[in-house]
């Protein structure tokens, strides 16, 4: 008997949440553009080390994507704690307009130009070298917004 009620109360629940459901551009719209999320598993003894070296790195190309429209926010957050398998370094990007991920031969060679020449080749592959001795790629995740409708 009691089976009998939990399965009726679930079939309830389900037929309830169905009828329910969300509408897109009704009850929610989709934003436009993308946060981009990668995240790295970083030794905790070696996380201030990787910051050093992504400002070195990272941080100088972000500025030139921003400054070329191709991303309108970038960060970086680090997991207070954490259980050491999800990541504990996340990097963000927002790219303000899906149609800017096509790939541009001009536009990117420029760019990859201005990135070395603010950190010369050599030097930025030894300093990606260098993080590879503590570092793990976790996930590269694109994630869109959602607004609510009133």
């Known amino acids: 008997m009691k089976i009998s009620m939990t399965l009726a109360a679930c079939g309830v629940a389900l037929l309830a949440a169905s009828a329910a459901s969300a509408e897109p551009w009704v009850d929610y719209t989709p934003v436009k553009g993308a946060m981009h999320a990668t995240t790295m598993q970083v030794d905790p003894n070696h996380v201030d080390d ?10 100088p190309g ?64 030894a300093q990606v070298k260098d993080f590879d001795k503590y570092r793990t790629f976790v996930s590269d995740d694109y994630w869109t917004g959602v607004e609510f409708s009133k």
């Open 62 to 125: 972000e500025e030139i994507a921003k400054k070329k429209g191709l991303i309108d926010f970038y960060a970086i957050q680090v997991k207070l704690g954490g259980d050491g398998h999800s990541g504990n370094v996340l990097l963000l990007e927002h790219i303000p307009d899906l149609a800017l991920l096509e790939p541009n031969k001009e536009r990117d060679q420029a760019m990859e130009k201005e990135v070395f020449d603010a950190m010369p080749k050599d030097k930025m592959d």
């Open 50 to 59: 990787y910051l050093v070296g992504l400002k070195k790195t990272w941080l």
